[in-house]
């Protein structure tokens, strides 16, 4: 069982470009989300998705898009790198949108470090 | 002032020793109180988590709430090496979809 799949694992990108974090999880789950972390800011929420054909932002999505036209996927989308968005990124996804830890917990992939010069 | 708080550390300690990691919170509403542990290079995993006041137990493992205060805690007992992570605390209630606030992670060292 794989779980939350994440890709690329590193990634190092030029001011300016673009490029697509990929995210995949296999357990059926509705609730789909992309959270950065960076030193001393804990993580924090990009976007985040209920169901296939609906997202919505969280705390810091500029700069950022997502879709989601499978349950499975949910790419993120850097339209154009800046400096500032050198960060770990993680996908998370949960059994739904309640966040009841105790029905729905959230499961995490391992990441992307991404650095943008 | 961020809505959670909590020291980034490093806490060190010597394997066998008691350990207490906490968050302090300023959002009353928050109901959901969770721990994620998070190894170096992977995702966080959810440790513990408790619903409103009081104590949870799970092995070595505590979490406590004290709301009134507006503190939560997790304690260690006979901290391994295998402990050493970084300890996220994390918070949601009802009025915000249930979205977690997460605190910024204490990383802990226990030095055998």
């Known amino acids: 069982n794989a779980g939350v799949t994440q890709t690329p694992k590193f990634q190092v990108l030029k001011t300016g470009q673009s490029m697509t974090l990929q995210c995949a999880q296999d357990?059926?789950?509705?609730?789909m989300s992309w959270y950065r972390q960076d030193p001393g800011m804990g993580l924090r929420l990009i976007h985040y998705s209920v169901g296939a054909g609906i997202t919505d932002q969280g705390e810091v999505p500029n700069g950022y898009n997502v879709s989601r036209s499978t349950t499975e996927d949910f790419p993120l989308r850097l339209l154009s790198a800046a400096p500032s968005q050198t960060s770990v990124y993680f996908c998370?996804?949960?059994?739904?949108?309640?966040?009841?830890?105790?029905?729905?917990?959230?499961?995490f992939g391992n990441g992307t470090r991404l650095t943008v010069t | 002032q961020k809505e959670v708080e909590q020291d980034p550390g490093p806490l060190s300690v010597p394997e066998g020793a008691i350990v207490s990691l906490n968050c302090t919170y300023s959002?009353?509403?928050?109901?959901?109180f969770m721990w994620y542990r998070q190894y170096s290079r992977k995702g966080p995993e959810l440790l513990m988590y408790?619903?409103s006041s009081g104590n949870k137990e799970d092995g070595r493992f505590t979490a406590q709430v004290d709301k009134s205060s507006k503190y939560i805690s997790l304690f260690i007992r006979d901290s391994q090496p295998s402990d050493s992570a970084t300890y996220l605390c994390?918070?949601?209630?009802?009025?915000?979809?249930?979205?977690?606030?997460w605190g910024a992670g204490t990383k802990l060292i226990i030095k055998p």
């Open positions: 959002n009353s509403a928050f109901q959901y």
């Open positions: 408790t619903y």
């Open positions: 357990m059926n789950h509705e609730y």
């Open positions: 994390a918070m949601s209630h009802m009025d915000s979809n249930y979205q977690l606030i």
């Open positions: 998370a996804s949960s059994y739904s949108s309640a966040l009841d830890a105790y029905n729905s917990p959230l499961h």
